[in-house]
C-alpha cells in the first residue's frame, strides 16, 4: 500500500505566503516524479508543479516566479513554497507521486493525497 498525505494549508491574506509538504510512505519501490495538482470550485483539477527524480521542474503558467517545488528524494517528500498568493489561487491541493511498488517494480502508476484547502482572501 502507498500513502501520500499533505499538511500545510489553510488561510492566507493576499499577498501572503503558504509551504505545502507531501509525505510518501509504504511498499515503494521508486519514484519518478512528483508533483502538486489544484481543483478550485466549480473547476477542473490543473497542474501546478511537478519535479522529476533529476529535479527538473515544470511550473503552471500562472505560478511561474511565485511557486517553488522542491523534493527530499531520501525522504520521499515533496514541498511548494507559494508566494504572493492571489485569491484566484485558493483552491484544494493535491500531491501526486508517478512511483513503482515492490509488487510491481517495473510498472509506474499516479497516486495521489487526499488534498489540502488553500484558501486566500481578498
Known amino acids: 500500500q502507498v500513502q501520500l498525505v499533505e499538511s500545510g494549508g489553510g488561510l492566507v491574506q493576499a499577498g501572503g505566503s503558504l509551504r505545502l509538504s507531501c509525505a510518501a510512505s509504504?511498499?515503494?519501490?521508486?519514484?519518478?516524479?512528483m508533483g502538486w495538482y489544484r481543483q478550485a470550485p466549480g473547476k477542473q483539477r490543473e497542474l501546478v508543479a511537478t519535479i522529476t527524480s533529476g529535479g527538473i521542474t515544470k511550473y503552471a503558467d500562472d505560478v511561474k516566479g511565485r511557486f517553488t517545488i522542491s523534493r527530499d528524494t531520501a525522504k520521499r517528500t515533496v514541498h511548494i513554497q507559494m508566494s504572493s498568493l492571489k485569491p484566484e489561487d485558493t483552491a484544494v491541493y493535491y500531491c501526486y507521486a508517478q512511483l513503482t511498488t515492490y509488487s510491481e517494480r517495473y510498472a509506474y502508476k499516479n497516486y495521489w493525497g487526499q488534498g489540502t484547502q488553500a484558501t486566500v482572501s481578498s
Open positions: 509504504g511498499s515503494i519501490f521508486s519514484i519518478n516524479a
